[in-house]
Nanobody, 125 residues
Framework: QLQLVESGGGLVQPGGSLSLSCAAS????????VGWFRQAPGKEREGVSC????????HYADSVKGRFTISRDNANNTVYLQMNSLKPEDTAVYYC??????????????????WGQGTQVTVSS
């Protein structure tokens, strides 16, 4: 089955940047749409971004639009989330997930069948 592993999380100051990686094994990741989600303590899991399997459609939550960029490297079977201008409210565990497609409801976690273990992002001075 498809396996996903996130990496790249850590502690950064407000205004700083981080790049998260979602590495896949078992199947080509370009068979799937890939979404990024995040969950802060006491909060519901929320969709951050989604990239279609063909790489021609990108979606972003309003809260991260203009600051985050999702991309795919098929040769390395990896999807990335570049995060710039980070804010304290971006602090959360970030998860990548794979599903059939992003669609109009890409931000619904039920749309995805495979999930990584998560990586912690903390934005603090």
């Amino acid at each position: 089955q498809l396996q996903l592993v996130e990496s790249g999380g850590g502690l950064v100051q407000p205004g700083g940047s981080l790049s998260l990686s979602c590495a896949a094994s078992g199947f080509p990741l370009n068979w799937y749409a890939v979404g990024w989600f995040r969950q802060a303590p006491g909060k519901e899991r929320e969709g951050v971004s989604c990239l279609s399997s063909g790489g021609d459609s990108r979606h972003y939550a309003d809260s991260v639009k203009g600051r985050f960029t999702i991309s795919r490297d098929n040769a390395n079977n990896t999807v990335y989330l570049q995060m710039n201008s980070l804010k304290p409210e971006d602090t959360a565990v970030y998860y990548c997930a794979a599903g059939a497609h992003c669609g109009y409801t890409w931000y619904f976690s039920e749309r995805y069948d495979y999930w990584g273990q998560g990586t912690q992002v903390t934005v603090s001075s």
